[in-house]
């Protein structure tokens, strides 16, 4: 029986929380961008695939730019768009810019850096997070605005409900609990350290960006370590890098920076921990894994 692919509901719960801040939320959110965003990702990723059928069909697998498996090059999901519009809406979610070109420029390197970065069958950035980090380098009218969602306690259940489907279904509910409990904990004890009142403690934990970060970035089962002891401490690692950058340094986008940095440690977690590589396989059951390549994100 075919299931219901996960990146579906993501699709769709990303897709929500677009309307929803046009409608009520952000007026920053500008319906242009967001088409500019998706458009330049869905066209990355086609032509990439595209290419690299291309370089297969006049050359051996062994001299692939992309060094992909030829199976997987001609496998039918190769040609899903899914996760390069996960990355879109990803990118419209939380990056804001100035110039079309800005956005033209971080959907390309989100979806470029599926194809080029990585090791083996498997890349370890997230594709949104490797495009916002990016452009907040490159160039000067790239911004992330944390604060975008507010902190109001509706926000958070829709957040986490919305979330935890698509985790059920994807099944690693355990690398957002880490992060948030070990970045929760942390904050707590500082709270503690410095005698503030519990709202405060609230505040810093109900960011709207926060949760969309944990639920919806941190969890892209294709780029985040394959075993559930290497997620648990890939998951601790960001979480401790997060506490440290946003209050010792004082880095309001400290979660993407932390991501960023800690990408890499994926390898060597996979290294030290050997498991089968997730498969968005709509025949699996939602709990399975295979190690078959396949084109997809994150989400990316």
């Given at each position: 029986?075919?299931?219901?692919?996960?990146?579906?509901?993501?699709?769709?719960?990303?897709?929500?929380?677009?309307?929803?801040?046009?409608?009520?939320?952000?007026?920053?959110?500008?319906?242009?961008?967001?088409?500019?965003?998706?458009?330049?990702?869905?066209?990355?990723?086609?032509?990439?695939?595209?290419?690299?059928?291309?370089?297969?069909?006049?050359s051996s697998p062994s001299s692939s730019l992309f060094h992909l498996p030829a199976s997987s090059v001609n496998a039918p999901k190769i040609s899903s768009l899914k996760s390069?519009?996960?990355?879109?809406?990803?990118?419209?979610?939380?990056?804001?810019?100035?110039?079309?070109?800005?956005m033209v420029i971080a959907g390309s390197l989100a979806i470029l850096s599926k194809f080029l970065l990585k090791v083996g069958d498997k890349h370890f950035f997230n594709p949104a997070n490797f495009g916002i980090v990016s452009v907040l380098m490159l160039r000067d009218d790239a911004?992330?605005?944390?604060?975008?969602?507010?902190?109001?306690?509706?926000?958070?259940?829709?957040?986490?409900?919305?979330?935890a489907m698509v985790l059920k279904r994807v099944g690693r509910w355990d690398t957002t609990a880490a992060f948030l409990g070990i970045y929760a904990f942390l904050e707590a004890m500082r709270n503690l350290w410095l005698g503030w009142t519990w709202d405060v403690f609230c505040h810093r934990l109900m960011s709207g960006s926060l949760l969309l970060f944990a639920l919806f970035m941190l969890t892209d089962p294709?780029?985040?370590?394959?075993?559930?002891?290497?997620?648990?401490?890939?998951?601790?690692?960001?979480?401790?890098?997060?506490?440290i950058l946003r209050n010792q340094f004082f880095v309001?986008?400290?979660?993407?920076?932390?991501?960023?940095?800690?990408?890499?440690?994926?390898?060597?977690?996979?290294?030290?921990?050997?498991?089968?590589?997730?498969?968005?396989?709509?025949?699996?059951?939602?709990?399975?894994?295979?190690?078959?390549?396949s084109v997809s994100i994150e989400a990316n």
């Open positions: 029986m075919r299931r219901q692919d996960p990146r579906d509901y993501q699709i769709l719960f990303l897709s929500l929380f677009l309307v929803l801040g046009i409608g009520i939320r952000d007026p920053t959110l500008r319906p242009r961008l967001i088409i500019v965003a998706l458009a330049t990702c869905i066209l990355t990723q086609w032509v990439t695939i595209s290419l690299t059928r291309l370089k297969y069909k006049n390069a519009i996960i990355t879109g809406l990803s990118l419209s979610l939380l990056l804001r810019v100035d110039q079309y070109t800005t911004w992330v605005s944390p604060g975008q969602w507010g902190d109001s306690g509706w926000y958070a259940l829709l957040f986490a409900g919305t979330g294709r780029s985040i370590p394959n075993a559930r002891k290497g997620r648990l401490i890939w998951a601790g690692f960001i979480a401790v890098l997060t506490f309001t986008t400290a979660v993407f920076w932390a991501l960023f940095a800690l990408a890499p440690l994926t390898l060597i977690l996979d290294f030290i921990w050997l498991s089968p590589r997730f498969s968005w396989s709509e025949e699996s059951d939602q709990h399975t894994v295979k190690s078959v390549e």
